[in-house]
């Protein structure tokens, strides 16, 4: 008998979905304790319950929660903490530029969805497996990316609660923020694939440390912007050849 070819469109998607999940299933281990320490130290900082969830479920973004914290805690002004939070994701735009012929025609709360789930996990799995499986189709591609979401934004949201609720009881000094260096490394390691992308990467890295003595963070806005064009340059002058 032959398939029933309605129901393979539906089995590739539930496929792709489950492929997502497994793919993107590790940074679990690295999304899991990093929320739960910005809860503990949101805690600490004084943020009620409420003011942590709405923070995390708003936001998003663990790198630049952070570094918003920290700024509200040395009492910087509001406008540098909300520049230094978007310097800090700005790579979501170029993110989102990547994600783009992929996804673009989706449909509208589609684009919505990944816009908001749109981290740095979910992103480098699902880009890679789009450039190694360019035969996938729209429906497949959304699919899997909503599948790399489910290790990460669920477990996102109940680390950051458990660690509000356990308040100061796990000590900052655990040293957790290993998470972060560990979690831009796996990512950003393997897209390092051609010489604009290495001289984006050495320029921010030579960048952030010349403009490391500037006050609040605020060397991270231009070392991005000059990787940006850095990077930019590079490719155009190799694409020029």
């Known amino acids: 008998m032959a398939a029933d070819t309605t129901t393979i469109p539906a089995r590739q998607q539930r496929s792709a979905f489950w492929r997502g999940m497994r793919d993107c299933g590790p940074f679990m281990f690295v999304a899991g304790p990093f929320g739960m320490l910005f809860g503990v130290v949101a805690t600490e900082a004084g943020l009620d319950l409420l003011q942590v969830m709405g923070f995390s479920v708003v936001v998003i973004a663990g790198a630049a929660q952070f570094a918003a914290l920290q700024l509200m805690l040395d009492d910087a002004p509001t406008v540098i903490v909300i520049l230094s939070a978007i310097a800090v994701n700005l790579r979501m735009a170029m993110y989102s530029a990547s994600l783009a012929p992929h996804l673009g025609p989706a449909p509208f709360w589609q684009r919505i969805l990944v816009g908001y789930m749109n981290v740095d ?67 950003v390691a393997p897209a390092l694939r051609t010489p604009a992308h290495i001289a984006a990467a050495a320029a921010s890295i030579l960048l952030a440390l010349a403009f490391s003595g500037l006050p609040y963070n605020l060397g991270l806005m231009p070392a991005g912007i000059g990787a940006m064009i850095v990077g930019a340059e590079v490719e155009r002058r190799i694409g020029a050849r």
């Not at 680390?159 to 560990?182: E, N």
């Open 121 to 187: 996990q979910t992103y480098a799995v699902s880009v890679l497996k789009y450039e190694a499986e360019p035969e996938m189709s729209l429906p497949q591609k959304a699919s899997y990316f909503f599948g790399t979401c489910v290790p990460i934004v669920p477990v996102w949201y109940t680390t950051t609660l458990i660690g509000a609720l356990l308040g100061q009881s796990i000590p900052t000094d655990w040293g957790l923020q290993f998470a972060v260096p560990v979690t831009f490394i796996a990512l």
